[in-house]
């Protein structure tokens, strides 16, 4: 097995606590489906599966922390929720990347919409939350113009929780811009309010 193939074996198991349960109780037929030999499955088998669990579990805290200080505002609302939201996402994407961190923040913020919209509560932490992935995307050099519509008037909320005030919630549609004129010109950003909903 090639220091590739291992990487991506290992980081497999260290992410994906279902796979990591069902490798250690089969080696033989996992490994086989990881695309490992005998040999190559009896070595992995060899590691302890304690030790295993436990460099797993700090990784993903590890990730965790990154992804909080990249979203501090959908953090600061969801508290715990966060965690267990995080913990969720971990076991499905592993990030690849240059920017990991960032990649992982990204990756989790899409995760939520797509897979947890549901379970969200309060519903305008959706908003805040694309917010911040806006935002993330649009601070990227490459990026020259990211546009994101929001169903609450975004700036004032955003304002709000960041200020660590009661979070001021007024239905009113607005689309947040972000823009640069030149690769390396300042980002420059602002919310266009539109109608109020009744």
Same mark, same amino acid.
Not at 40 to 62: D, H, Y
């Given at each position: ?7 991506? &074996?290992? *980081?497999?198991?260290? &992410?994906? /606590? ?31 599966? @304690? ?5 797993? /579990? ?14 501090? +505002? ?5 508290? $715990? ?5 995080? %913990? ?5 994407? !592993?990030?690849?990347?240059? $920017? ?8 989790? /913020?899409?995760? !939520?919409?797509?897979? @947890?919209?549901?379970? !969200?509560?309060?519903? %305008?932490?959706?908003? +805040? ?5 806006? %935002? +993330?995307?649009?601070?990227?050099? /490459?990026?020259?113009? &990211? ?26 549609? *607005?689309?947040?811009? %972000? ?14 309010? +539109?109608?109020?909903?009744?």
């Amino acid at each position: 097995m090639g220091l590739a193939q291992t990487q991506q &074996t290992l *980081a497999q198991l260290y &992410t994906n /606590s279902v796979l990591r349960s069902r490798f250690f109780a089969n080696p033989q037929a996992v490994g086989e489906e990881l695309g490992l030999n005998s040999d190559e499955a009896q070595q992995l088998a060899k590691l302890s599966p @304690q030790q295993v669990n436990l460099f797993a /579990s700090s990784l993903k805290r590890k990730r965790l922390g990154e992804v909080r200080e990249l979203l501090p +505002l959908t953090y600061s609302v969801l508290g $715990k929720g966060f965690a267990e939201l995080f %913990w969720r996402y971990a076991e499905t994407y !592993i990030p690849t990347g240059i $920017k990991k961190h960032l990649e992982d923040a990204i990756a989790f /913020s899409t995760f !939520i919409e797509v897979t @947890q919209l549901e379970s !969200i509560d309060p519903p %305008w932490v959706v908003d +805040l939350l694309r917010y911040e992935k806006a %935002w +993330l995307q649009a601070a990227e050099p /490459s990026s020259r113009l &990211t546009v994101c519509w929001f169903r609450y008037a975004i700036d004032k909320l955003a304002r709000t929780v960041q200020q660590d005030e009661t979070p001021l919630v007024l239905m009113q549609p *607005a689309i947040a811009i %972000w823009f640069r004129l030149s690769p390396r010109s300042h980002l420059r950003h602002f919310v266009l309010k +539109l109608y109020a909903m009744r």
